[in-house]
């Protein structure tokens, strides 16, 4: 029985070509083996081979992972970048911003009213006004500036603050006031806000809201005023307007500021009803058409030359003038300007 596998025994393995053999190879081949018998413990190629194979296909691994870490890379900044656009295109939106008053009228005591004629609020000082504010789209993150200014030009560079009474220590309603609302006119009072003031000396107050929660289509937000618009040493009787302003985190505005002309006062009842009044006579007198009065028209129209020695510049400027401005109101009330126009600008030539 013949084997068909070569085997070799532990003590023929270093015997598998010997000195003598190595020699006669040599001798009859030519040349010389690249490797000797002795030098085959020292070179140890069957444990280098498989060290080798293992480092490339390490490498060949590392590669793979190399090149496919890219396209993972580049598929997320991809994915990165579209929502990160669509994001700032949801915050580019156009944001409408609207706020409203209740209908209640502050109840019962009727602490606040607010005037459909004369567009404009009444309140007590001290009482608390709620106010719903809307915005769309209902993103969060957004801020509302509430700010009390003077509503006539010629007093809009003036800050509006609150009196020196009412900034007395000694004024009940400051014993638990934070010291940087004190001079604040206008404060809220159910969200934690930050009470600012600009390089002009503007005061306004800065709330976060948040959006509509539930079904609900608005946010509430309550204000208190502390002064009133009678006090000499504050407002003075001077007009005021609230300016309300939707802001992002960074305080850049988002949509066109909202205004209510807002009068602080004792009695709301008693100035909404004299503030109607007098737009109803107002709108009565424009609304009428002019008419020349029948008995001014009839007028003498007899014209009198008068000459006269007057003592003193300043008397005989006030004679031009007083003359002046009788037929100017002449000519008003019976509406002939055409005949009294000849008569007044002789009396403006006479003036040096």
């Known amino acids: 029985m013949v084997s068909t596998n070569n085997v070799v025994s532990d003590s023929q393995e270093s015997a598998i070509i010997d000195e003598e053999t190595y020699m006669a190879i040599e001798n ?21 081979r498989p060290i080798q194979l293992s480092q490339v296909a390490s490498t060949c691994e590392e590669q793979k992972r190399n090149i496919k870490r890219p396209l993972e890379e580049d598929y997320d900044d991809e994915k990165e970048i579209y929502y990160r656009n669509a994001y700032y295109n949801y915050l580019s939106r156009p944001v409408t911003f609207q706020f409203n008053v209740p209908d209640n ?24 006004l709620p106010l719903r504010f809307t915005w769309e789209p209902a993103r969060p993150g957004v801020f509302l500036r509430t700010e009390l200014v003077y509503l006539f030009d010629e007093h809009k560079s003036d800050p509006v603050k609150r009196c020196y009474n009412h900034t007395a220590v000694t004024y ?85 500021s909202q205004r209510m002309i807002i009068r602080i006062c004792s009695c709301p009842k008693r100035d909404k009803i004299k503030d109607e009044s007098e737009c109803k006579e107002s709108s009565v007198k424009q609304m009428k058409p002019l008419t020349a009065n029948k008995k001014m028209l009839s007028c003498d129209k007899h014209v009198y030359k008068v000459e006269l ?30 005949f009294f126009k000849p008569y007044m600008d002789e009396v403006l030539n006479k003036i040096p």
């Open 172 to 256: 009940p309603a400051n014993q638990d006031m934070d010291p940087d609302r004190i001079k604040h006119v206008v404060q809220c009072v159910n969200i934690p806000s930050s009470y600012e003031e600009n390089d002009g000396g503007h005061l306004s107050v800065v709330t976060p809201i948040r959006p509509p929660e539930g079904d609900s289509r608005y946010v509430m937000v309550y204000f208190k005023f502390f002064c009133k618009n009678s006090c000499q040493s504050g407002m003075n009787r001077r007009a005021t307007e609230l300016i309300f302003t939707l802001e992002d985190e960074r305080r850049q505005i988002l949509a066109q």
């Open 105 to 128: 009228g502050g109840g019962q005591g009727q602490d606040w009213m607010y005037s459909e004629t004369s567009n404009k609020l009444y309140i007590k000082m001290e009482k608390v």
């Open 28 to 48: 009859t081949f030519g040349g010389s083996l690249p490797i000797k018998p002795e030098d085959m413990n020292d070179f140890n190629i069957l444990e280098e």
């Open 309 to 338: 020695n007057v003592v003193g510049k300043e008397n005989y400027l006030a004679v031009h003038k007083y003359a002046y401005d009788i037929m100017a109101g002449q000519a008003a009330k019976t509406g002939q300007h055409d």
